[in-house]
């Protein structure tokens, strides 16, 4: 699928999918005033040209998991077989190949239960083709994880991201208690971190429960806020081709302020205030370099107390933020 073939009803589309991403195709159709057909036609192709992967994943934050940001120099011949194999763990997304191929960068989550880093501290330090390894620990998201760039992307009017609102209760506060997650719900959770709209009657086969009592707990989780609902998409649905790490020095006393800066420009797709040399983190994602170059010179350099800006330009993303999708990885 070509970026040239992308139009505006595929944007609103894909704007609908984040705001209610099980929504039926036919509330979908009449928010976006086409014919059930259409919705359907439109996500199948968009689907099945891995442009757009609707999935259910659990809140870190919220299910007190440690996230830790890597920043790992190889050897350049070697950086692509050490990517794809951080991509292969379980406990890795957002694994991709930066600053001409030699640096690459993810993020890992660690339960609460477990305290002894492995990947950090065994794993990649001892791997020959690695020349070095930085980790910052996430201390707090400003924008991401279930607040998506889609959402700034203005395809919609007011009026119809109003009709798509949640008819639901809203999600619980970050004090409200967690849901113990048991093996029924892993099972649960496996499956919707492949496909967020898999059919009930599919949930409730890989859980062996009811869908009476599948879809209660998949309320409960999703009210809580252990699990929400992202898309792992293809920017160039929204002519956006340049992806960028941007790692930023910033005084203490200002870096709140800072970080929420960030989170309300639209070119922020994820920031987040971390340990380290540099306290701030994001993920800017623009049209080209001139957008980049522009937002860098006003945007970020309006922002106060920053003293030091380091870019890192994504070449390839190796894995997004759910399971390892097939095919093989795609440019950005």
Not at 48 to 61: F, I, K, S
Not at 230 to 238: E, H, K, N, S
Not at 296 to 324: D, F, M, N
Request: with cysteine; net charge neutral; hydrophobic share 40%.
């Amino acid at each position: 699928m070509g970026s040239d073939t992308y139009d505006l009803i595929d944007r609103q589309l894909v704007h609908a999918l984040q705001l209610a991403p099980r929504a039926a195709f036919s509330r979908l159709a009449a928010v976006l005033g086409v014919s059930d057909q259409t919705v359907a036609r439109r996500y199948g192709r968009l689907r099945g040209a891995g442009a757009v992967r609707v999935l259910g994943l659990t809140d870190p934050e919220r299910l007190g998991e440690a996230r830790w940001q890597l920043r790992v120099r190889c050897a350049p011949d070697s950086a692509g077989a050490v990517a794809a194999a951080l991509a292969r763990r379980e406990d890795t997304v957002w694994v991709s190949l930066n600053s001409g191929g030699t640096e690459i960068s993810c993020t890992t989550r660690t339960p609460p239960e477990r305290a002894d880093h492995s990947l950090l501290l065994q794993h990649l330090p001892r791997t020959p083709s690695v020349l070095s390894v930085a980790a910052h620990c996430v201390l707090h998201t400003f924008f991401g994880g279930a607040q998506s760039l889609v959402a700034k992307s203005g395809a919609l009017s007011a009026e119809q991201v109003a009709a798509l609102a949640p008819d639901g209760p809203e999600t619980a506060g970050s004090d409200s208690p967690v849901p113990e997650l048991d093996a029924t719900d892993r099972r649960l959770l496996g499956v919707l971190a492949v496909d967020g709209r898999a059919p009930l009657a599919e949930l409730a086969a890989a859980c062996g429960k009811s869908e009476s009592t599948v879809r209660r707990r998949l309320e409960e989780l999703t009210s809580s806020g252990a699990l929400y609902f992202d898309l792992d998409v293809d920017w160039r649905i929204f002519g956006l081709r340049s992806h960028t790490c941007l790692w930023l020095n910033v005084v203490p006393s200002e870096l709140a302020a800072a970080g929420e800066a960030l989170a309300a420009h639209p070119e922020v797709a994820y920031a987040c205030a971390t340990t380290g040399p540099s306290n701030l983190h994001a993920v800017v994602i623009t049209r080209g370099a001139r957008e980049l170059y522009t937002y860098l010179t006003t945007r970020v350099a309006a922002l106060s107390g920053v003293q030091h800006v380091e870019t890192a330009p994504t070449i390839r993303t190796v894995k997004g933020p759910g399971p390892l999708p097939l095919p093989s990885p795609r440019d950005i």
